[in-house]
């Protein structure tokens, strides 16, 4: 089974210029995270989505981030303008809200993240 | 104060030794808990769930104080793989899942 998938898997970019992140979730996974990872913070929630509605986005660092999940197989996140501070490693994670009963644990499946510099 | 606070370490251990992680969490109202472990320049992956009763998985063992909002990892004869970043992790409820700093180990030969 493929798990999640993120692109791109590195991207180099200047400062002022726009970066879309790209996010294809586990096939019937309804809950999807978007995180970022820095040696400073370590790993910040920025925006879940259950359902493809956001629920909590109360991480995004400020209005030149934006994320959308237009289905249940895809989500962007996108930085617009990109400064240097922005520069870490994002992740996408996906989760299935089923019960303890029926095995599932909450587990959060991680994509290999997008490691993304602005110079 | 942040949601979920751990020891970043780094613990220097020789292999075969006994070693403890502990975390702290805030939300009183914090419903699950988990431990994950990252290795370098990799992705998160979930290490085991931490239940109330406390539960082990082979040379690993989890604890959960809801008194005193702590959470434990012991892990018993240390092995060189066990180097890597363990994550301590508290969803909130609502599947609001968030992660502490994490702490990093290194066990040497």
């Known amino acids: 089974d493929a798990g999640v998938i993120q692109s791109p898997r590195h991207e180099v970019t200047e400062m002022g210029q726009e970066v879309t992140l790209r996010c294809k979730p586990i096939?019937?996974?309804?809950?999807l995270f978007w995180y970022r990872q820095t040696m400073m913070r370590g790993l910040e929630l920025l925006i879940y989505?259950?359902?493809?509605?956001?629920?909590?986005d109360s991480g995004m660092p400020e209005d030149r981030f934006s994320a959308k999940m237009p289905n249940a197989s895809f989500s962007t996140l996108k930085i617009q303008p990109s400064e240097p501070r922005d520069s870490a490693v994002y992740f996408c994670?996906?989760?299935?809200?089923?019960?303890?009963?029926?095995?599932?644990?909450?587990?959060?499946?991680f994509g290999e993240g997008s490691r993304l510099t602005v110079l | 104060r942040k949601e979920v606070e751990q020891d970043p370490g780094p613990f220097n251990v020789p292999e075969g030794a006994t070693v403890a992680f502990n975390c702290t969490y805030s939300?009183?109202?914090?419903?699950?808990f988990f431990w994950y472990r990252q290795d370098c320049r990799k992705e998160p992956k979930l290490l085991m769930s931490?239940?109330?009763s406390g539960n082990e998985d082979g040379r690993f063992t989890a604890q959960l104080n809801r008194a005193s909002q702590y959470i434990s990892l012991l892990i018993r004869d240390s092995k060189l793989s066990d180097s890597a970043t363990y994550l301590c992790?508290?969803?909130?409820?609502?599947?609001?899942?968030?992660f502490g700093a994490g702490t990093r180990l290194f066990v040497k030969a």
């Open positions: 989505f259950n359902n493809n509605v956001p629920i909590d």
């Open positions: 939300n009183s109202a914090s419903q699950s």
């Open positions: 931490v239940y109330s």
């Open positions: 994670a996906s989760s299935h809200s089923g019960t303890v009963s029926s095995g599932d644990t909450g587990e959060l499946f």
């Open positions: 992790v508290v969803n909130g409820g609502g599947f609001k899942t968030i």
């Open positions: 096939s019937g996974h309804d809950y």
